[in-house]
């Protein structure tokens, strides 16, 4: 006897197969950032720093939690042009006047905090480089530019990553959008 799958909501409708083998079915497809902002695991980390100098690290971010963090937007503008490396890092950082990132949930019904540390800096030091991710080049002055990536940027648990000025001396504005994702 062959088996049928009926629907689970007590309705009583049959899957439906065409006769090519394919499933009828109806869905909706959305980004897997805004699934999580429905449930309040997304937020946007906004600072501001004035590296010091050439290839000055300003921002660090560690993941401190149980579960993965994924980067899926950075926005930057930077008074002069410059570039700003992304790079994984290793080490304790040392601050010289450390800002916390302010930290504000994407979902106004939501009062989750990310487990992370998120600080801008102008000069932290007493990081390894552990390999480049990304890079942003600004090259207008005062223009918002958005980091243009094939995918997000995974933070597993215990992972560091910083962000570098290659010029530095002039006022950076950012924000980074996370998520808590579980990959399993």
Do not use: H
């Not at 006897?1 to 006769?19: H, N, P, R, W, Y």
């Not at 963090?69 to 450390?98: F, H, L, N, Q």
């Not at 990132?101 to 994407?106: D, E, S």
């Amino acid at each position: 006897m062959a088996e049928q799958l009926v629907d689970g909501t007590g309705t009583g409708d049959k899957l439906k197969i065409d006769s090519r083998n394919r499933l009828r079915a109806f869905s909706v497809t959305e980004s897997e950032d805004k699934d999580y902002n429905k449930i309040g695991e997304s937020w946007s980390l906004y600072f501001t720093a004035t590296p010091t100098g050439v290839t000055d690290e300003f921002f660090y971010l560690e993941n401190t939690g149980e579960t993965s963090i994924a980067i899926s937007d950075i926005r930057v503008m930077c008074a002069a042009a410059e570039t700003i490396t992304i790079k994984w890092v290793t080490g304790t950082p040392t601050y010289s006047g450390a800002t916390d990132a302010a930290v504000t949930p994407k979902n106004g019904g939501s009062s989750k905090v990310p487990n992370i540390t998120a600080k801008s800096d102008p000069d932290i030091t007493t990081l390894t480089d552990d390999g480049v991710i990304d890079f942003m080049r600004l090259d207008t002055a005062n223009k918002l530019y958005d980091l243009d990536s094939s995918s997000n940027i995974i933070v597993p648990q215990g992972a560091k990553l910083a962000f570098e000025a290659t010029t530095g001396t002039n006022l950076i504005t950012c924000i980074v959008s996370i998520q808590n994702i579980n990959l399993t």
